[in-house]
């Protein structure tokens, strides 16, 4: 591990040696799970912008999309429609390719 030094405020240095000794763990545990929470998250919704944008540009179905995003293919109709996105329709060539295809 590599040693840093962060600022925290009274009040934020306080609150978090509380719950550091409730949960019987310590300050720096409780700061790296917080960091790779945020971490995380942020690969997290940087996939689901990949996702989006290859979807947006007709590389990727909509099952494809829902299984990047991590939901049924109903939610992501819905996912798109809550932000604007409007749904690729598959000609009926397509459709019968992917039917051949499965």
């Known amino acids: 591990m590599i040693r840093t030094n962060v600022m925290l ?17 310590t300050l720096g ?17 940087r996939r689901h912008q990949v996702a989006l944008a290859a979807y947006r540009e007709g590389f990727i179905s909509l ?3 829902a299984q990047s995003l991590g939901i049924d293919p109903l939610t992501a109709r819905s996912y798109l429609k809550e932000r604007g996105i409007q749904q690729m ?5 397509e459709i019968m390719a992917d039917a051949a295809n499965a």
């Open 9 to 25: 405020t009274p009040y934020q240095h306080i609150t978090l040696k509380q719950m550091a000794t409730s949960m019987h763990r």
């Open 29 to 45: 545990e409780l700061v790296r799970d917080a960091i790779d929470s945020t971490i995380t998250v942020d690969t997290v919704e």
């Open 63 to 65: 099952g494809k999309l």
């Open 89 to 93: 329709v598959q000609g009926v060539d």
